[in-house]
């Protein structure tokens, strides 16, 4: 009998990898449903540990949950190299900004992110099972985009309690996922958050993930992700008058990293 379960299994095994080389669309979709599946079962074994350690919603989970989500990596052979990891070593709170390609961000995230820091994400994520549950008890703060009267609500509370708490926020200011190789327009809050608490901007870049990971095409293998940490932009002394000009350095600042981290020509190159 016990025979008979593992001819099974190794069929399956073996239809499923035959599958994956010949179908791009049967590989993204399989990879995809194990990446959603190991999402959710990490979260509902690290849901008690993280109850168990800290006894509740803190921001100091997240040092657990960043150990799980590290080894997910290995699962779906992505490499990161990463640099200017010294550049989050700032004193007490800031705002961190990132672009926002897609659902593997969140890989991208956890293999740096450093102690002390939450983040900034859609209210609809409360409610995605174990997923919601682990984030909640990270201290992730959520917001309502639909409503801008209470997403600035949030931000506000945002701004008065990092200070406080002393704690990063990370968030990402292109407001949606973008996997086309470029950036979305910066939305200001995040930018508003910094000239009010008068904290650093720290911008974080990740190369395009266009050649290893693409909805649109089901490409969806293994790949190296640059990541840059750049140099904080300090607010000090800066207005509600500056948050545009802020706005506009730190997205062509980005967009120039982007661009150089994956390899493609800038703008300025392109023109000249």
Request: proline fraction near 4%; charge should be positive; charged fraction near 20%.
């Amino acid at each position: 009998m016990e025979l008979g379960w593992l001819l099974w299994g190794a069929a399956v095994l073996l239809l499923l990898h035959v599958l994956m080389g010949l179908s791009p669309a049967v590989n993204f979709a399989l990879r995809i449903g194990f990446y959603s599946f190991l999402c959710l079962l990490a979260s509902a074994l690290t849901a008690p540990v993280c109850l168990l350690v800290n006894g509740g919603r803190t921001v100091k989970n997240m040092r657990i949950i960043r150990a799980v989500v590290r080894t997910f990596k290995y699962f779906f052979g992505l490499r990161f190299e990463v640099k200017g990891l010294e550049n989050f070593k700032v004193e007490g709170p800031a705002i961190i900004v990132s672009n926002h390609q897609s659902i593997l961000d969140m890989m991208g995230l956890m293999e740096i992110l450093p102690d002390n820091c939450v983040q900034v994400a859609k209210k609809e994520l409360m409610y995605a099972g174990t997923v919601g549950l682990i984030i909640y008890l990270g201290g992730v703060i959520f917001i309502n985009r639909k409503s801008t009267t209470d997403a600035k609500m949030v931000m506000a509370e945002v701004a008065k309690s990092m200070t406080a708490d002393n704690v990063k926020v990370w968030v990402y200011p292109e407001g949606t996922r973008n996997c086309t190789g470029d950036l979305l327009p910066f939305k200001k809050g995040a930018f508003h958050i910094a000239v009010q608490a008068q904290v650093p901007v720290i911008p974080v870049v990740y190369s395009s993930f266009t050649s290893f990971y693409n909805p649109k095409t089901k490409l969806f293998t293994s790949g190296k992700i640059k990541v840059e940490v750049l140099p904080p932009i300090e607010t000090k002394g800066l207005t509600s008058d500056d948050v545009s000009d802020l706005t506009d350095r730190c997205f062509h600042t980005m967009r120039e990293t982007l661009f150089r981290l994956s390899g493609r020509p800038s703008e300025s190159k392109k023109s000249s």
